[in-house]
């Protein structure tokens, strides 16, 4: 990576997933929307920072994260579109660490309903698959 390029991140497009009977819902809730899991520092992948043991340490767990990430969605090794996402702020949730909400019009986000079977929720099956 050449100095003044943007950081590379590996992340997972994961669906909104339902919480009955909870008032106040996770963010990865609502709508699909990206989980980071790795970045990239010089020759190496490295996983993001998930050591916050407890609810005040998570309060902060976001601002090790970036603010936004434009994203190229891959499946099977081919392009399948490009998304935005940004990062939500501090996390009341553990369920939350690493999720970016989609800034992109959620139309376009990319869904790969092949082998969706294979990915099941708390709440079911799930709908379509994460496409990378």
Not at 4 to 21: I, K
Request: charged share 15%; hydrophobic share 40%; glycine share 8%.
């Amino acid at each position: 990576m050449a100095a003044g390029e943007p950081p590379l991140y590996v992340g997972v497009l994961e669906d909104g997933q339902a919480f009955p009977g909870n008032h106040q819902f996770p963010i990865l809730s609502a709508e699909p929307h990206v989980r980071i899991a790795f970045r990239k520092q010089g020759a190496d992948w490295l996983p993001m920072d998930t050591n916050y043991p407890n609810p005040t340490a998570l309060e902060v767990a976001n601002s090790t994260y970036p603010s936004s990430v434009d994203w190229t969605v891959i499946f099977d090794g081919k392009e399948a579109g490009r998304i935005s996402s940004r990062n939500p702020g501090p996390l009341h949730w553990f369920a939350d660490l690493g999720v970016q909400i989609i800034t992109t019009d959620l139309a376009n986000v990319p869904r790969i309903s092949a082998g969706a079977k294979d990915f099941e929720y708390t709440t079911g099956a799930a709908n379509s698959r994460p496409p990378a």
